[in-house]
Nanobody
């Protein structure tokens, strides 16, 4: 069993900042990568940013230069610092982790419950 618990969503005005956190716990052998996805109202879920255990990052073009993903390997926690927020960033943000739970099994994907981010104009 693996659990991902997110925090940090909320309501903010355009131009403001929010920081999301996601902590993984449970039967974790190794975390390969962690990341954030978002699902705007009426749209499909999309990748926002990801980070590997080695620190390599990947960002959606729409958030480059505004969002920063970071990770604390000792705490199994990933963060998403969101600056210069825009109304189009409004979405439910989901934490994702690619985790190996046993040395005899391949990695699997796990998801958090989602946290709402609303940016007002």
């Amino acid at each position: 069993q693996v659990q991902l618990v997110e925090s940090g969503g909320g309501l903010v005005q355009a131009g403001g900042s929010l920081r999301l956190s996601c902590a993984a716990s449970g039967s974790i052998f190794r975390i390969v990568a962690m990341g954030w996805y978002r699902q705007p109202p009426g749209k499909q879920r999309e990748l926002v940013a990801s980070i590997t255990s080695g620190g390599s990052t990947n960002y959606a073009d729409s958030v480059k230069g505004r969002f920063t993903i970071s990770r604390d390997n000792a705490k199994n926690t990933v963060y998403l610092q969101m600056n210069s927020l825009k109304p189009e960033d409004t979405a439910v943000y989901y934490c994702n982790a690619h985790i190996v739970t046993s040395w005899v099994r391949p990695a699997s994907d796990y998801w958090g419950q989602g946290t709402q981010v609303t940016v007002s104009s």
